[in-house]
T-cell receptor
Framework: AQSVTQLDSQVPVFEEAPVELRCNYS??????LFWYVQYPNQGLQLLLK??????LVKGINGFEAEFNKSQTSFHLRKPSVHISDTAEYFC????????????FGKGTTLSVSS | DAGVIQSPRHEVTEMGQEVTLRCKPI?????LFWYRQTMMRGLELLIY????????DSGMPEDRFSAKMPNASFSTLKIQPSEPRDSAVYFC???????????FGSGTRLTVV
């Protein structure tokens, strides 16, 4: 079975500062990794995904994440955040095999203030 | 494309009543997922379908919960009887291929009083 741990439940930052949201996963098989964002009262929107290939993945809204197999991590980063980035961010994992679905972490609330 | 459509957006019902949540996936997507979101437990996978067939329902909390997908364009999640602890936001998502990026609906906020 797979599991995801998001190490920070809340991350407060000032506008234009860099941010890193941490995610670690556990799996006995190879995995696909995802980051989703949820704005208040909305569904989840895909930010980026790692399926294979380059370990540095770029997504929408200037976010990127790096897959580190040895550390079983998939941290999300943005060099300069905006007020509009305030939202809940979810890391998710899925085993690279048939018959499995996405398993989500508990989420990290990113709060950007001016 | 209108995206994944869920109805109703909000549902308030009394304990013991039957509740039916509806989902229309994106046309052409062959996988459909039901998730429940609460503050305490986060996002939990309830059940998912592939080509209208239930693949894994191990996340369905109790026999009070049931889900169907009679055709490729419609799915329901039913709770009978409902209880206050079922209060949550229920999301439906669909995917072209299992495990690739999911498209989520806006969710149904269920309150059982």
């Amino acid at each position: 079975a797979q599991s995801v741990t998001q190490l920070d439940s809340q991350v407060p930052v000032f506008e234009e500062a860099p941010v890193e949201l941490r995610c670690n996963y556990s799996s006995s098989v190879s995995v696909y990794l995802f980051w989703y964002v949820q704005y208040p009262n909305q569904g989840l929107q895909l930010l980026l995904k790692y399926l294979s290939g380059s370990t540095l993945v770029k997504g929408i809204n200037g976010f990127e994440a790096e897959f580190n197999k040895s550390q079983t991590s998939f941290h999300l980063r943005k060099p300069s955040v905006h007020i509009s980035d305030t939202a809940e961010y979810f890391c998710a994992v899925r085993a690279n095999q048939a018959g499995t679905a996405l398993i989500f972490g508990k989420g990290t609330t990113l709060s950007v203030s001016s | 494309d209108a995206g994944v459509i869920q109805s109703p957006r909000h549902e308030v019902t009394e304990m013991g009543q039957e509740v039916t949540l509806r989902c229309k996936p994106i046309s052409g997507h062959n996988s459909l997922f039901w998730y429940r979101q609460t503050m305490m437990r986060g996002l939990e996978l309830l059940i998912y379908f592939n080509n209208n067939v239930p693949i894994d329902d191990s996340g369905m909390p109790e026999d009070r919960f049931s889900a169907k997908m009679p055709n490729a364009s419609f799915s329901t999640l039913k709770i009978q009887p409902s209880e206050p602890r079922d209060s949550a936001v229920y999301f439906c998502a669909s995917s072209l291929e299992q495990g690739y990026g999911y498209t989520f609906g806006s969710g149904t906020r269920l309150t059982v009083v």
